[in-house]
């Protein structure tokens, strides 16, 4: 089955900076990779998504990059804010069956 | 949308008896999954259903571990009998098969075994 890896796991930032999450996969028969935000207590909530057929993908201080020679992708998070503040998880899955979900990055947003 | 509904949100039980959790996906969903989260493995997929057909149960970690869904608006997984180490937080979540990809978590039960 799909092998999903994530890092650091852990990582703290200075509010304005930027932050990145690095996944990789291992079926390259996955074609849909989405990242979720879970704040504490809280559900997994989709923040952004990539599909095989596109390389990169922005929406506001968010942004996500695919690399499928590589099998990875990654997400960006600029300009950081407290309520970015949470453990992000990516996934990776054929046309979003069975999403196998990385061990997550928690990210501390320090004031 | 009320979005997924999952009950309880919360249970504490004892060692051996039997826990069922209970999940209404969104309307409309034809997909619906159950994850189980806990700090040791992560978010891991249960048991997937489509059109209330299970599909896959291979997640499921044994024979205690069941899950049904009668209808397209009702699921529930059990565990009979519950251990300690089934103590995590089982999320109910859906997906649309023809609108894309994106699935959507309930709000989690959060099982404790004592």
């Known amino acids: 089955g799909e092998n999903v890896e994530q890092h650091p796991s852990t990582l703290s930032v200075q509010e304005g900076d930027s932050a990145v999450i690095k996944c990789t996969y291992s079926d390259s028969a996955s074609n849909y990779f989405p990242w979720y935000k879970q704040e504490l207590g809280k559900r997994p909530q989709l923040i952004i998504d990539i599909r095989s057929n596109v390389g990169e993908k922005k929406d506001q201080r968010i942004a996500v990059t695919l690399n499928k020679t590589a099998k990875h992708f990654s997400l960006h998070i600029t300009e950081t804010q407290p309520e970015d503040s949470a453990v992000y998880f990516c996934?990776?899955?054929?046309?979003?069956?069975?999403?196998?979900f990385g061990a997550g990055t928690t990210v501390t947003v320090r004031a | 949308d009320a979005g997924v509904i999952q009950s309880p949100r919360h249970e504490v039980t004892e060692m051996g008896q039997e826990v069922t959790l209970r999940c209404k996906p969104i309307s409309g969903h034809d997909y619906l999954f159950w994850y189980r989260q806990t700090m040791m493995r992560g978010l891991e997929l249960l048991i997937y259903f489509n059109n209330n057909v299970p599909i896959d149960d291979s997640g499921m970690p044994e024979d205690r571990f069941s899950a049904k869904m009668p209808n397209a608006s009702f699921s529930t997984l059990k565990i009979q009998p519950s251990e300690p180490r089934d103590s995590a937080v089982y999320f109910c979540?859906?997906?649309?098969?023809?609108?894309?990809?994106?699935?959507?978590f309930g709000e989690g039960s959060w099982l404790t075994v004592v």
């Open positions: 996934a990776a899955a054929v046309s979003g069956y069975k999403l196998s």
């Open positions: 979540a859906s997906r649309r098969g023809d609108s894309g990809n994106t699935i959507y």
